[in-house]
């Protein structure tokens, strides 16, 4: 059972085997409005693929925020159709059914994905030279200089 987030809804879920360079990781996979969520029934995907660390209060359940997805499409690969999501400098590798029916869920979820977060609007302003977004508080709303850890206002941690 995924551990959804304020605001999120589960688009659609079903048993999967995400190839990842140290081989299969069974699991269940699931399309929310905000992540591609994976829990695990073996072994935990390697850190390099992609996948987060476990999501808080759980050993087995990994996230990618749609805002690195890219695209999503259903090809060959060497034991048949499978489903590929390209991120933003990896590729997942999903055995799954009914592929068309996946692509679109993450297709449409993509389209309508959340903003990337605050600090990644400011490492893409720095590398391109620019200066960085001041910082929004998630708690009261004020803004705080570029690079800030805590909110000037309240103190609440970035």
């Given at each position: 059972m995924v551990l959804l987030q304020s605001g999120e809804t589960p688009l659609?879920?079903?048993?999967?085997?995400?190839?990842?360079?140290a081989?299969?990781?069974?699991?269940?996979?699931?399309?929310?409005?905000m992540a591609l969520v994976l829990e695990t029934t073996g072994?935990?995907?390697p850190p390099g693929d992609g996948w987060g660390p476990p999501t808080a209060g759980?050993?087995?359940?990994?996230?990618?925020?749609?805002?690195?997805?890219?695209?999503?499409?259903?090809v060959q690969g060497?034991?048949?159709?499978?489903?590929?999501?390209?991120?933003?400098?990896?590729?997942?590798?999903?055995?799954?059914?009914?592929?068309?029916a996946w692509v679109a869920v993450v297709g449409e979820a993509q389209a309508h994905a959340p903003a990337?977060?605050?600090?990644?609007a400011e490492r893409r302003a720095l590398k391109k030279g620019g200066v960085a977004p001041p910082r929004r508080c998630s708690y009261c709303t004020q803004l705080s200089p570029p690079g800030?850890?805590?909110c000037v206002s309240c103190g609440a941690s970035f």
């Open positions: 659609k879920s079903g048993s999967a085997v995400v190839q990842t360079q081989g299969p990781r069974p699991g269940i996979f699931t399309v929310t409005n072994a935990p995907p759980t050993t087995n359940e990994y996230r990618i925020g749609l805002w690195r997805v890219r695209q999503a499409q259903a060497p034991g048949g159709a499978i489903l590929q999501i390209n991120l933003m400098k990896r590729v997942l590798m999903i055995q799954t059914d009914d592929l068309p990337p977060p605050p600090e990644v800030s850890i805590k």
